[in-house]
């Protein structure tokens, strides 16, 4: 455990949060008696109910007592609530298991066996991830910012190195701009651009922006080796390592410093990776900042949970390291092609603490399409099952059991592929062939599998709320599942296997398509699934069930029912949608003021703005500007100014559309200093998301999926006409 000192509660929390927080912190519980027996006496009880064999009724009442002391927990402010429902949760889920394993294994085939057990392993790796994560999210430390030093003359050096490869200058240079902008003493702070790509455009840039510019002879080991590389050359007591298309703003160093001066063992504190842009699932199924992305539940709950534990993992940037305690265990780790939390792991092991602080201090670009998410996905998959094989958590010396918790679920998580498809064919086992995967009454399955699944999901939703929305796992875990299964395993079995690959950002897509590339596997478990539903309705018709056969159907039916609902969410995500711009606007409303041609100044506000340009809300009784129109336009924040010459592109009467024109490299910065280096503007909508109800979220998820039904047909009728169409053309050219 960090010697840190306990959380202090955030202003937003409620009270019931913060007594919950001095009950926890009584030195009674300290004392190793006391532990001892609390520890001995909830493992018996535990013991007791998750074996007691019920029959059905008294397993029925025993269901509705545990639901409704989980719907009367839900609506209780505090973390302890929260804890009870997580001990209800794992109580009704483990006994589950156990009966599981003892009454429904006793198959009469080898069909019934193959099919069976093979759900059987997905169950319990489902169950271990779910354990797992109530252990790592139980109490999330929620730490604040730590002071500075009242006198700046005393804070120490800070090398900034930005690591590039293959992107472009135009997704570079934001964060090189607002890296120089940052508060901090400008003789202690030291920026590089680590340019693999070795292009003169970029050393060019550098040199007149006045910053570094490291480029060495090769690419071994890729990003790794390329900070290692920086890491020989520099020489500040601290790193900020920051992806090339993050832009960090002006307080980060401020904000993140302070921990490392308090905490000597302290080697790294990551911040949210925060995104401006909307990732593929956004994107495309129109849930920018209405639902919460894929990676908000990581950087929003599971690294503040890490955090308790001594645990936070660094996520490759929007980070700081101390350099002597990194050089100690030999830099950033290059023996996987996840680079970074394999580092982390090495300082844990070493002996030093790593730290979270959830406050967004930089926002970068997301994947921009489904292609390229998955590819970044597959790699990070990779690299969690190298790190399972050449560096087990579970084993040497080093870290606590907590520790090795924390990382194993971790690496878990990434062998989600085979599972996720068991779970969305298992019910088309007995519909095609009949085979039974349960040795159970459709009753006694129902009494003992429903209230582990809605315990499972109603504490995930008290927990996970305001960064994962019921049901969206499961969308998320299926557009992902064939891509990772296989680069996962083969990771497993020869961690050698596979390249790294660079995750591409940058550009515009000129018009709406469908991926049939990507969408293959989603088309074919579609298929199947509603082949199974339509094999299992004509079953239904001509053959003559018995109560307990018609109830096990109809399970089978619902089930599958269920798996065409997220495999067809699936299918929508596929559907690219057009991006006009190749730099994405981020909304926010900054005070500024027009200076028109003819002298007059007219205050106004921002709706937005990007690197090029700027949204402009004008007041009701300004008479339209005309487009082309040449102006300036002054942003302000707080008491400072900046004045920068703009052209209206875009006009209504109450809204203009501005294109910055020759800027020069001063201005540029002082653009980035008035946008992107406020962190004002992410600070604001961090967690801010609507809170989970799970009626809500399935409802939003059945939606998703008849859209997916919709763009299949679509999409799928244009692509049979163009077939047709062209089939004549191919007739042709064959005759001649």
Aim: aromatic share 10%; with cysteine.
């Amino acid at each position: 455990m960090s010697p840190l000192p306990p959380a202090v509660p955030t202003s937003h929390q409620a009270p019931a949060d913060a007594r919950a927080d001095r009950l926890a912190a009584l030195p009674l519980w300290n004392h190793p008696l006391v532990r001892i027996v609390l520890a001995a006496v909830a493992c018996f009880s535990l013991a007791v109910v998750i074996t007691a064999p019920l029959e059905a009724l008294p397993q029925l009442l025993l269901s509705l007592v545990a639901l409704v002391a989980a719907l009367v927990l839900r609506n209780v402010a505090g973390r302890l609530p929260t804890v009870l429902m997580v001990l209800l949760s794992a109580t009704m889920s483990l006994r589950y298991m156990y009966w599981r394993l003892t009454s429904t294994l006793d198959f009469q085939s080898w069909l019934d066996i193959a099919f069976g057990y093979g759900l059987l392993l997905a169950e319990i790796y489902a169950l271990s991830v779910l354990l797992l994560g109530y252990l790592q999210t139980i109490w999330p430390l929620r730490r604040l910012p730590a002071a500075m030093p009242a006198d700046p003359a005393t804070w120490p050096s800070v090398d900034i190195l930005i690591p590039t490869y293959n992107e472009p200058l135009d997704v570079v240079k934001q964060s090189v701009l607002t890296a120089v902008s940052l508060d901090w003493p400008a003789d202690r702070l030291h920026i590089f651009v680590l340019d693999d790509g070795r292009r003169k455009e970029f050393q060019d840039f550098c040199s007149e922006l006045g910053v570094g510019y490291i480029a060495r002879s090769n690419n071994e080991s890729a990003k790794a080796g390329n900070l290692n590389a920086a890491l020989e050359l520099t020489s500040s007591e601290y790193v900020a390592v920051f992806d090339c298309d993050h832009i960090p703003t002006r307080s980060f160093l401020q904000i993140c410093i302070g921990w490392f001066l308090k905490d000597p063992k302290l080697a790294m504190l990551q911040t949210p990776h925060y995104f401006f842009s909307a990732d593929p699932f956004e994107k495309n199924l129109h849930t920018f900042r209405a639902v919460p992305n894929e990676g908000e539940l990581f950087y929003g709950l599971v690294q503040d949970g890490n955090d308790l534990w001594n645990a936070a993992f660094f996520c490759g940037s929007c980070a700081v390291l101390r350099r002597s305690q990194l050089e100690e265990v030999g830099g950033i780790a290059t023996e996987t092609v996840t680079e970074d939390a394999h580092t982390a792991l090495k300082l844990n092991r070493a002996g030093y603490n790593t730290a979270y602080l959830a406050v967004p201090q930089a926002a970068g670009l997301a994947t921009e399409n489904l292609s390229r998410h998955i590819g970044q996905r597959v790699r990070w998959a990779r690299g969690m099952a190298q790190i399972f094989r050449v560096d087990n958590p579970l084993f040497g010396k080093g870290l606590s059991l907590s520790q090795r918790m924390c990382y194993l679920n971790a690496m878990l998580h990434f062998f989600y592929g085979l599972p996720r498809l068991v779970f969305l064919t298992a019910p088309l086992a007995f519909l095609f062939f009949g085979a039974h995967v349960f040795q159970a009454s459709a009753l006694m399955i129902t009494l003992y599998a429903f209230p582990h699944l809605i315990h499972a999901n109603l504490t995930s939703s008290r927990m996970q709320g305001r960064f994962r929305h019921s049901f969206w796992n499961e969308v998320y875990e299926s557009v992902l599942a064939w891509y990772i299964m296989r680069p996962a395993l083969l990771a497993l079995i020869n961690p050698k296997l596979g390249k790294f690959n660079v995750t591409a950002k940058g550009g515009a897509q000129g018009q709406a398509w469908f991926d049939w590339d990507m969408a293959k596997p989603y088309l074919v478990l579609l298929a199947l699934n509603i082949a199974g539903l339509i094999a299992g309705l004509i079953s239904l018709a001509v053959v003559d069930y018995d109560s307990g056969g018609l109830f096990t159907l109809a399970i089978n039916l619902v089930w599958t029912l269920y798996n065409i609902i997220i495999t067809s969410a699936s299918i929508a995500v596929a559907r690219e949608e057009r991006q006009f711009r190749s730099q994405p606007r981020v909304a926010a409303q900054i005070p500024a003021m027009l200076r028109l041609p003819n002298g007059k100044t007219v205050a106004c506000s921002t709706t937005d703005y990007s690197a090029t340009g700027l949204g402009i809300q004008l007041p009701p009784e300004l008479e339209r500007l005309e487009i082309g129109q040449e102006l300036h336009v002054a942003l302000f924040r707080g008491t400072e100014q900046r004045v920068f010459p703009a052209t209206i592109v875009f006009s209504t009467d109450h809204h203009l559309g501005l294109r910055f024109e020759s800027l020069t490299l001063q201005q540029q910065v002082e653009m980035a200093e008035m946008t992107f280096a406020r962190a004002d503007t992410w600070a604001e909508n961090w967690g801010q998301n609507t809170p989970d109800a799970p009626l809500v979220g399935l409802r939003e998820v059945v939606r998703i999926g008849v859209l997916g039904m919709k763009q299949l047909a679509l999409h799928g009728g244009q692509a049979v006409r163009a077939r047709l169409q062209a089939r004549p053309i191919q007739t042709r050219m064959k005759n001649r």
